[in-house]
């Protein structure tokens, strides 16, 4: 079984620019998380999906981050436009379902470099 | 704010001897599950170990243990007989059980293993 992959690995642009990134998950999971760990802090929850809806977005940061997930498959996260402070890591979970069964596993991160 | 920290940014170990990571963590919840996380230097991080709030019974898993003492709000991790291939960072978190499915980590704790 294919693990949750994550594109690019790493990203660097100009302070302004967009950029996306892409999280396929673990097929059949109907759970996708974004968290993101920011200059060796604690990794942070972003947002969750349950298939094509958003059900909780309450860690995301600010307007210029967009996270969308069409079809229920494979989602992505657009930062526009960027900034310095958005440096770091970014990181995609997904699981099968909710409670105890509810393992998450993660991808192994798009590194996001924000000059 | 609920919290998570891992006092120890850093700790070593011998090849074969035993090490100890400690977790506290600051809820008022009664229902949630802790988790300690794995990432190795290839960055994808994977579960190693889980323990639900209700459950007294320490989890086990193969070289990995936890002592969780819920009125400290303690979730240490103990790895007997260390491999080199037990060198990561070693993420403790938790998830409530009646506010959506989010992780939250702690800071980190990076474990070096001395051949």
């Known amino acids: 079984e294919a693990g949750v992959t994550q594109f690019p690995s790493h990203s660097v642009i100009e302070k302004g620019q967009t950029v996306t990134l892409r999280c396929d998950p673990i097929s059949g999971h109907d759970n996708l998380y974004w968290y993101r760990r920011v200059m060796g802090k604690e990794i942070k929850f972003l947002l969750h999906f349950v298939k094509e809806s958003k059900q909780d977005e309450s860690g995301m940061p600010n307007n210029r981050f967009l996270a969308e997930r069409t079809g229920g498959t494979y989602s992505t996260l657009k930062v526009q436009p960027a900034e310095l402070e958005d440096s770091g890591v970014y990181f995609c979970?997904?699981?099968?379902?909710?409670?105890?069964?509810?393992?998450?596993?993660f991808g192994p991160g798009t590194r996001l470099t924000v000059l | 704010a609920q919290t998570v920290t891992q006092s120890q940014p850093e700790m070593s170990v011998q090849e074969a001897e035993t090490v100890t990571l400690s977790c506290t963590y600051d809820t008022s919840e009664s229902d949630y599950y802790l988790f300690w996380y794995k990432q190795p230097p290839s960055r994808q991080m994977i579960l190693v170990i889980r323990q639900e709030a209700y459950k007294q019974q320490n989890a086990t898993e193969n070289r990995f243990s936890v002592n969780f003492q819920k009125a400290a709000k303690s979730f240490s991790l103990k790895i007997s007989d260390s491999q080199l291939g037990d060198a990561a960072m070693y993420f403790c978190?938790?998830?409530?059980?009646?506010?959506?499915?989010?992780?939250?980590f702690g800071g980190g704790t990076r474990l070096m293993v001395k051949p």
């Open positions: 979970a997904s699981s099968h379902q909710k409670g105890w069964a509810d393992t998450q596993y």
């Open positions: 978190a938790y998830r409530l059980n009646n506010a959506g499915n989010m992780l939250t």
